[in-house]
């Protein structure tokens, strides 16, 4: 089966670096016409995708910047609403902006992004949106309240969103990434035993990478997902799909 993509226009909140610098990557290899918001761009802009300054927070900042995309290339067939920052904090400690910054983004990001391309998906009868969650939107940890609250209120609106824009054949789905090494986390550089506590809730034990996401969005992207909407694909290497999946390296001779 091939997935094309050629010529499609994927716009991709937050990518710029990162995880979203890598689904960015995938899509211009798929042959699609990436557009990137974020907002700067340190290494600058590769010639194979439009750069677009914007801040997802901000109302006017997204509708200019998806309108600049639609000027430019006539439409958006895709928005993959990437763009994300992690709070971390027990409740009791937590400032109140940090937790207000972290939905604002979050959430409020994949709200303002989706409405922006609404309009544009409804005229051409068709579109993908796409929305960033977490593996804590279905199993949280201590100290993630604010982040896992935010990964989840994506979910709810992507499904709630799926069923507003069925009639025009919109697709809106989210996904849920485990554990991919960023300068954010910090996981690779974590001493040894905290790696391999951390491994050790994976079914395939190993670090994910943007490519393991990006294989999934590549296909939520394309006609061969036209009949999936308004669900969450877990795509964690199977974090927690048993109690202890550490047991079954133990037992295969790790």
């Known amino acids: 089966?091939?997935?094309?993509?050629?010529?499609?226009?994927?716009?991709?909140?937050?990518?710029?670096?990162?995880?979203?610098?890598?689904?960015?990557?995938?899509?211009?290899?798929?042959?699609?016409?990436?557009?990137?918001?974020?907002?700067?761009?340190?290494?600058?802009?590769?010639?194979?995708?439009?750069?677009?300054?914007?801040?997802?927070?901000?109302?006017?900042?997204?509708?200019?910047?998806?309108?600049?995309?639609v000027d430019r290339f006539g439409t958006v067939d895709v928005l993959i609403n990437n763009a994300g920052i992690l709070v971390e904090g027990a409740v009791a400690d937590l400032d109140p902006a940090r937790f207000k910054a972290c939905m604002d983004v979050n959430v409020g990001g994949v709200f303002l992004a989706s409405q922006a391309v609404i309009p544009v998906m409804q005229r051409a009868g068709r579109g993908r949106i796409i929305n960033a969650a977490s593996f804590a939107a279905i199993v949280p940890s201590v100290g993630s309240a604010a982040y896992a609250a935010s990964k989840a209120a994506v979910v709810q609106f992507t499904r709630v969103l799926a069923s507003e824009l069925g009639p025009w054949g919109i697709t809106v789905n989210a996904y849920a990434p485990g554990m991919v090494p960023t300068t954010l986390n910090g996981f690779a550089t974590m001493p040894q035993a905290a790696q391999d506590r951390l491994l050790d809730t994976l079914s395939l034990r190993r670090w994910e990478t943007p490519d393991d996401i990006a294989d999934l969005l590549v296909f939520l992207a394309s006609d061969a997902a036209g009949y999936i909407t308004g669900t969450l694909i877990d795509v964690s290497g199977g974090k927690l799909a048993t109690q202890i999946p550490a047991k079954a390296y133990e037992a295969a001779g790790r």
């Open 1 to 69: 089966m091939e997935l094309d993509l050629h010529d499609r226009v994927v716009v991709v909140t937050g990518g710029a670096r990162g995880i979203g610098a890598g689904i960015a990557n995938r899509m211009v290899a798929e042959r699609a016409r990436a557009v990137v918001l974020d907002l700067d761009f340190p290494d600058g802009v590769p010639d194979d995708r439009v750069g677009i300054a914007c801040d997802v927070t901000d109302a006017a900042s997204v509708q200019g910047a998806i309108a600049e995309a």
